[in-house]
């Protein structure tokens, strides 16, 4: 029996020779089948979400899907969310003005156009200026004052529209002041990816998939795949009379973040940590066996990867 074989249900398809080989030895080393397993204490993957186990990111899907729709809730000091130095007395007033009318009695009007891109370059600018871990709490914040079964229920709505649509760009029209932006649509779980969570749990792995985005659009996209939703992490938010906050239960889950939310909740290092981006680097890092990162153009990770000679992965089929 050859080692691919050995190693269940892990094909080559896009992953290049000398990785697919380091992925195939680590799952027969360390694996169920291994002289040396301890089913109490399996060993560990943590696999990144966005632009790893899937194209495009579900945080910034589910944020677009909510500001485009209309679906916040802006009652109750929502819109201090929006730092005030970019444009929150705009946004507001603009959203007041198409507040309670149909879709289409709004889509072609100055103040739509004004409070989508205006949101949507809001979250723009700060990953920029403030970087990974603001962006990701404020496109998570978008669901301040939805009920918890509200969310539940869009989650769904999010997941059907995006990975029905096709993978491409979307123009969002300007806004002005607010600019517009080219940004992009449909979600798709990476073939491989799919397969290698198939052959870690046959093999005896306990892996967890690592997210940014909010929690609860991830569990639902768990669920899709057939994956533990237990066995997930990301940004979870407080909650108050069943609706969820602003406020974040954790550090957000970018960098040290992370790796702090990882180890909080497993307990130990990883032996295979897969990631895309600087936020990954920590976990990364901290990785006892096998790190490989996935090209998604993030050069200075990719510097940090030739340091370490950590395996670099060019993109996966969909």
């Given at each position: 029996?050859?080692?691919?074989?050995?190693?269940?249900?892990l094909?080559?398809g896009?992953?290049?020779?000398?990785?697919?080989?380091?992925?195939?030895?680590?799952i027969?080393?360390?694996?169920?089948?291994?002289?040396?397993?301890?089913?109490?204490?399996?060993?560990?993957?943590?696999?990144?979400?966005g632009?790893?186990?899937?194209?495009?990111?579900?945080?910034?899907?589910?944020?677009?899907?909510?500001?485009t729709?209309?679906?916040?809730?802006t009652?109750?000091?929502?819109?201090?969310?929006?730092?005030?130095?970019?444009?929150?007395?705009?946004?507001?007033?603009?959203?007041?003005?198409?507040?309670?009318r149909?879709?289409?009695?709004?889509?072609d009007?100055?103040?739509?156009?004004?409070?989508?891109?205006?949101?949507?370059?809001?979250?723009?600018?700060?990953?920029?200026t403030?970087?990974?871990?603001?962006?990701?709490?404020?496109?998570?914040?978008m669901?301040?004052?939805?009920?918890?079964?509200?969310?539940?229920?869009?989650?769904?709505?999010?997941l059907?529209?995006e990975?029905?649509?096709?993978?491409?760009?979307?123009?969002?029209p300007?806004?002005?002041?607010?600019?517009?932006?080219?940004?992009?649509?449909?979600?798709?779980?990476?073939h491989?990816?799919?397969?290698?969570?198939?052959?870690?749990?046959?093999?005896?792995?306990?892996t967890?998939?690592?997210?940014?985005?909010?929690?609860?659009?991830?569990?639902?996209?768990?669920?899709?795949?057939?994956?533990?939703?237990?066995?997930?992490?990301?940004?979870?938010?407080?909650?108050?009379?069943?609706?969820?906050?602003?406020?974040?239960?954790?550090?957000?889950?970018?960098?040290?973040?992370?790796?702090?939310?990882?180890?909080d909740?497993?307990?130990?290092?990883?032996?295979?940590?897969?990631?895309d981006?600087?936020?990954?680097?920590?976990?990364?890092?901290?990785?006892?066996?096998?790190?490989?990162?996935?090209?998604?153009?993030d050069?200075?990770?990719?510097?940090?990867?030739?340091?370490?000679?950590?395996?670099?992965?060019?993109?996966?089929?969909?």
């Open positions: 029996m050859s080692d691919i074989e050995e190693a269940e249900g094909a080559q896009a992953w290049l020779p000398e990785i697919h080989s380091a992925l195939v030895n680590l027969n080393e360390h694996g169920s089948r291994s002289p040396g397993y301890d089913p109490e204490h399996p060993p560990i993957a943590a696999i990144d979400c632009e790893t186990l899937i194209c495009n990111d579900l945080g910034e899907a589910m944020m677009r899907y909510l500001v729709r209309r679906k916040l809730n009652d109750r000091g929502f819109w201090h969310v929006v730092p005030e130095r970019m444009g929150r007395d705009a946004l507001s007033a603009a959203y007041k003005a198409v507040a309670g149909a879709d289409a009695e709004v889509r009007t100055a103040a739509y156009r004004r409070y989508r891109a205006g949101i949507l370059n809001v979250y723009e600018g700060l990953r920029e403030e970087g990974a871990e603001a962006a990701a709490l404020f496109a998570a914040r669901l301040k004052g939805l009920h918890e079964r509200t969310v539940a229920e869009l989650v769904e709505e999010v059907d529209y990975l029905g649509r096709p993978l491409g760009q979307e123009d969002i300007p806004g002005p002041p607010f600019g517009g932006l080219v940004v992009p649509t449909g979600i798709r779980v990476y491989e990816m799919l397969e290698l969570l198939q052959a870690l749990e046959t093999n005896g792995f306990q967890w998939i690592l997210s940014s985005a909010n929690i609860y659009i991830v569990r639902a996209l768990a669920r899709r795949i057939g994956f533990p939703e237990d066995r997930v992490m990301g940004l979870e938010l407080q909650m108050q009379a069943g609706s969820y906050t602003e406020r974040p239960v954790d550090d957000v889950p970018v960098g040290e973040g992370k790796l702090e939310l990882f180890l909740t497993v307990g130990r290092s990883p032996l295979l940590a897969i990631g981006s600087m936020a990954d680097i920590d976990v990364l890092d901290n990785c006892e066996g096998l790190s490989i990162v996935m090209d998604r153009g050069d200075e990770l990719i510097e940090r990867a030739e340091e370490r000679e950590w395996p670099v992965q060019p993109s996966l089929t969909v």
